[in-house]
Structure formats: C-alpha cells, structure tokens
C-alpha cells in the first residue's frame, strides 16, 4: 500500500532556499551530499566546525529546516547534484513523528534512499539513523527507536548504507543535554560536532575501504610526500595534492599498501637502518607517518610503522 510518504511534495515557501541550492550545486565540484532536515542544515551553522570537518571533501549542504520526508523526495527528484558527487548522506524523518507512524516514516525515508541512487548511478547513498529528541520519554523518541531499527533492516535489503550513533547521546534513558539546545531536538555547538564527527568517519571509512586498513589510520592528518612514480608498486591512499611555489609536488597520505616483495625491498633501500620494515610475506599493508615536510627526491627518508599478524598476510 502507498502512502503518502512515497508521494513527493514541494515546499513553495522554501523555493528560493532551494534555487540558492541548485545554484551551488552546478559549480560545486564536491563529491558529498548532506541533503535533509534542519539537522542537516545547521551543520554549517558554525563556520568552524563546517570547515574542519567537511570543507576537505567540498561537501555540498542541501538541508532544509522544516522538511518532512516527502519534502526532501521532491528535492532529490529536483535539485541539481554536482557531477562529483560519489557519497550522499540523508537524515530526514524527525518532522514526521507528529502524524505517521515507525513503518511508514522508514518506508518513506528508505524509498528516499532508494530515488537518490536511481537518479544518480553508482552514487554511495547513507541513511543516517534519527537522532534522539525530547529530554525525557515521549511518543515521538519512542517512534524515533522502531524507525531506526526498521530502517537499519531495510537498509541492507536495499543496497544503502546505515549510519547509527553511539548511545552516549543518551544518559539513563535520558539526552546528554550538553548536545542539544533548549528544545531538545536542535543540536548545540557539542552537539553538531558529535555529528560531524560521526559523519565524516562514515565517510573516510567508505573512501578509503579498497585499503583495507583499520579505520583509525585515517583519523590522523599526518602528512607524507612521495614520489610515487618511483614506486609503481605501492599503492597509495591520498587525501590531497596541491603545488608549493617550488613546485615540489605536495601528497596528504594517511596509508600505503605494499602489493609486491620486491616493492618492499625498494622502499627498505631508503628507509632508516632503524625502521622494523623486514621478515614480510607477500602482501604487507602498512602506515606511513611523516619524518620531515621537506622531502625531496634526494632526500627521502621514510619512518615505517608495519603492524604485524592483524595486517600482514
């Protein structure tokens, strides 16, 4: 049976918030999408936080406060999405709790899901689980569990990924009031940080999976630079690159992946007669941390940290 969730539904008193959007968008080269509620929108509400957590990936903003699940279908069957875009992340659903029920309220949100990888092929598309709300028990914090626990089902029946939070935004059955504003559904400062967190380790998780490496190892924003063209064996995990006015190449990397002995081998002939990198077999997946930031092609020393049985094979 159809509801009226699976109907999309224009907002016309937020049409020139979402032309300002597409606006954006079409010069955004930016490979994430927020796209969502006002708990989306107001991740950009303090610029510092927006900058430290998102501005590296040029994420996209596309929340709107007020929406309701049909609101945000429309958009994603309206709006315009850089041709980048690779992730997309939604959070939308609180709205409804005042009138639909658990089931339908995911149903509607998982179809959302569902439209966004329709309209934008081989896009990564994340739900994110609806936070907590109200400082104590209510029906609508009650609706806001059966949906999460519907939708992380629903979720891997359809092909989209699940993002749920920790339980410490909660105490005894309880918010962390420190999280929230006074109305106890907003996020304050803490709060918003909580999430950006949560959201971009979602993200350095997804980007970075073909390494195969704990995610820990993308926490850091450690910097190392490499020529890689002398080492076409070694398979790197870069996060940016831009050109000093030397114009001596400049590479952020959180891992490498050694996929030959003899790459090993030639890595070993510059490292420090210190470094532990010897006895692999004949895959070794390893951490590069950074000795100096003035690394040429003379002068590469290489501090190597080879994490044993967990990571060697």
């Known amino acids: 049976m159809m509801t009226k969730l699976l109907i999309p539904q224009p907002r016309?008193?937020?049409?020139s918030i979402f032309k300002n959007q597409n606006a954006l968008a079409k010069s955004s080269d930016g490979k994430v999408v927020l796209?969502?509620?006002?708990?989306?929108?107001?991740l950009n509400f303090f610029p510092e936080v927006w900058e430290e957590y998102f501005s590296k990936y040029s994420t996209l903003n596309l929340g709107i406060s007020g929406d309701r699940t049909e609101n945000v279908?429309?958009?994603?069957?309206?709006a315009i999405f850089p041709q980048s875009t690779s992730h997309v992340f939604i959070l939308c659903g609180s709205n409804n709790t005042d009138k639909d029920t658990p089931e339908n309220i995911a149903q509607?949100?998982?179809?959302?899901?569902k439209v966004m990888k329709s309209v934008r092929k081989g896009v990564v598309v994340t739900i994110i689980a609806l936070l907590p709300r109200d400082r104590f028990n209510t029906v609508a914090r009650n609706s806001i569990f059966a949906i999460?626990?519907?939708?992380?089902?629903?979720?891997?029946?359809n092909n989209l990924k699940f993002l749920s939070y920790s339980d410490d935004w909660m105490i005894n059955n309880n918010l962390d009031v420190s999280l929230f504003h006074t109305d106890y559904l907003h996020l304050s400062k803490k709060g918003n940080v909580k999430l950006s967190k949560m959201i971009i380790q979602s993200i350095n998780n997804?980007?970075?999976?073909?390494t195969n490496l704990p995610p820990q190892y993308y926490d850091t924003k450690e910097i190392f630079y490499l020529d890689e063209l002398e080492?076409?064996?070694?398979?790197?995990?870069?996060?940016?690159?831009?050109?000093?006015?030397?114009?001596?190449?400049?590479?952020?990397?959180?891992?490498?992946?050694?996929?030959?002995?003899?790459?090993?081998?030639?890595?070993?002939?510059?490292?420090p007669k210190n470094s532990c990198a010897s006895n692999v077999n004949s895959t070794c997946k390893l951490n590069v941390l950074p000795v100096s930031r003035t690394v040429t092609k003379s002068n590469m020393l290489l501090k190597t940290c080879i994490q044993s049985s967990s990571l060697c094979s």
Request: hydrophobic letters at 30%; charged letters at 25%.
């Open 73 to 78: 279908l429309w958009r994603i069957q309206n």
């Open 148 to 157: 999460n626990s519907i939708l992380e089902e629903e979720c891997s029946r």
């Open 206 to 210: 997804q980007m970075h999976s073909s």
């Open 231 to 271: 080492f076409p064996n070694l398979t790197l995990a870069k996060r940016k690159s831009s050109h000093t006015k030397n114009h001596i190449e400049e590479r952020s990397y959180k891992a490498a992946v050694l996929k030959k002995p003899e790459s090993l081998e030639r890595l070993s002939s510059i490292m």
């Open 108 to 113: 509607g949100i998982i179809h959302c899901g």
């Open 12 to 15: 016309f008193s937020k049409r």
């Open 35 to 42: 796209i969502g509620d006002s708990l989306v929108a107001n």
